[in-house]
C-alpha cells in the first residue's frame, strides 16, 4: 500500500530554497527539508526570477506598493525602478519551460515569489497591509490555477504539509493515469482509488465527484475530466480533518467487520476513537486497518490511496494535529 506514484515529480521551486546565492544580497534561504528530504520524491525545476528579468546578484532590494493603478513592483532606493510586468512575464516563460510541473514550492516574504500575506506600502513609504502577493507568484497561480502551491516557510506546519505534499502526488497521479489520453473507463478507475481520500477531506467534494464519475461515458469526456479535476483538487486543499480521517476509517471499517473477531473489533473501534479524542496520531488507527486489510482479499480496498496518499518513509501522519 506504498503509493503507486515512484518515479520523482517536477516541482517548480524558488531558486534560492536549493541553496543557491541568488538573493538581493548575494545569500540564499537553503531549506533543509526540501534539499535533503523531499528531494529524494520531487525534481526541482528552480527559477529565480528577479535574476531572470536582469537585475543582478547583488541587487538594490524591491518591494510591494499599493498605487491607483494596483499593486506595484518597485525598487525601495529607487522608485522609478517598476518590475512589475518584467515579473509576471517570467512566470509565462516559466511555465512554458516547465508544462510538466506538479507543484511550485514558493520563497515566503518576497516581492516576487511570496504566495501569501506579502507586506505592501503605500506610496509615501509607510506600511499599507499584509494583502499582498509576489508579482511573479501571482501571475503564476492565475496561469495554473490547479497547480499545487506552498511557501515553503508554511511546509513546517504539518497539516499544511501534509496537505501540499499529498496534492502534489495526487496530481501527478491523475496527469500518469488520465490526462495522458482521457477515458470513462479511466476516469472511474482513478476515482475508485481515490474515493476515501477525498472523502476524508471534503464530503461534499465527495459527492459531487461520484455524480460527475456517474456521467462517464455519457457526455464529452474532455469536458468531463476538466470539471473532475477542477472539483478534484478543490476538494483536496481543505485539510483531512481528524473528523474526516475518522469518518473515513469508519467507512472503511464497515468492510472488515464481519471478518474480524469480537476482541478485534472492539480494540480498532478504541483506536479509532482514541485518534477521534486526539490521543494518538493518524498512523496509530491506520496501522491496525491496514493489519486487518491484509486478511481480505478487496482489491478495490486495497488499492485505496488512503492508506498512502504519500511515501510513508515521509512520516507525514505521525504527527498529532487535528
Ligand atoms: S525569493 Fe524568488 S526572486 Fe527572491 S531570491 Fe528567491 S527565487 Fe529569487
Not at 499529498?166 to 477515458?183: G, H, I, L, N
Not at 475518522?246 to 476513537?273: A, K, P
Request: charged fraction near 25%.
Amino acid at each position: 500500500m506504498e503509493t503507486a506514484v515512484q518515479e520523482k515529480i517536477p516541482v517548480g521551486i524558488s531558486e534560492c530554497l536549493l541553496g543557491e546565492p541568488v538573493r538581493f544580497d548575494g545569500g540564499h534561504k537553503r531549506n533543509r527539508f526540501l534539499t535533503d528530504v523531499m528531494s529524494q520524491y520531487f525534481e526541482y525545476r528552480p527559477v529565480c526570477p528577479e535574476v531572470l528579468i536582469g537585475l543582478g546578484i547583488p541587487r538594490k532590494p524591491i518591494r510591494l506598493v499599493a498605487t491607483d493603478n494596483g499593486t506595484r513592483v518597485r525598487g525601495v532606493e529607487n522608485e522609478a525602478l517598476d518590475v512589475t510586468e518584467a515579473l509576471a512575464a517570467e512566470a509565462d516563460k516559466a511555465l512554458a519551460r516547465m508544462p510538466d510541473i506538479c507543484g511550485y514550492i514558493f520563497m515566503q516574504n518576497s516581492p516576487s515569489c511570496g504566495a501569501f500575506r506579502m507586506k505592501r506600502y503605500r506610496e509615501n513609504g509607510y506600511p499599507q497591509d499584509n494583502d499582498g502577493v509576489g508579482a511573479y507568484a501571482e501571475r503564476l497561480m492565475a496561469l495554473h490555477p490547479l497547480l499545487p502551491v506552498e511557501e515553503a516557510g508554511r511546509l513546517t506546519d504539518a497539516g499544511l504539509r501534509d496537505n501540499f505534499i499529498t496534492r502534489v502526488f495526487a496530481y501527478q497521479d491523475w496527469k500518469q493515469s488520465v490526462a495522458f489520453e482521457p477515458t470513462p473507463a479511466r476516469l472511474v478507475d482513478f476515482y475508485s482509488r481515490y474515493k476515501y481520500q477525498v472523502m476524508a477531506h471534503h464530503v461534499p467534494g465527495y459527492q459531487a465527484l461520484g455524480r460527475l464519475v456517474a456521467k462517464a461515458g455519457a457526455t464529452n469526456i474532455d469536458t468531463l475530466c476538466q470539471t473532475f479535476l477542477e472539483t478534484f483538487m478543490e476538494a483536496l486543499s481543505h485539510h483531512a480533518t481528524r473528523k474526516g480521517n475518522t469518518n473515513t476509517m469508519m467507512h472503511l471499517r464497515g468492510y472488515l467487520s464481519d471478518l474480524l473477531s469480537g476482541s478485534e473489533n472492539e480494540e480498532l473501534s478504541e483506536v479509532i476513537e482514541s485518534y477521534r479524542q486526539g490521543e494518538v496520531p493518524l498512523v496509530v488507527p491506520l496501522t491496525l486497518l491496514k493489519h486487518y486489510l491484509r486478511k481480505v482479499d478487496n482489491p478495490y480496498l486495497q488499492r485505496q490511496t488512503f492508506w498512502a496518499p504519500h511515501p510513508e518513509k515521509l512520516g507525514l501522519r505521525n504527527a498529532n494535529v487535528s
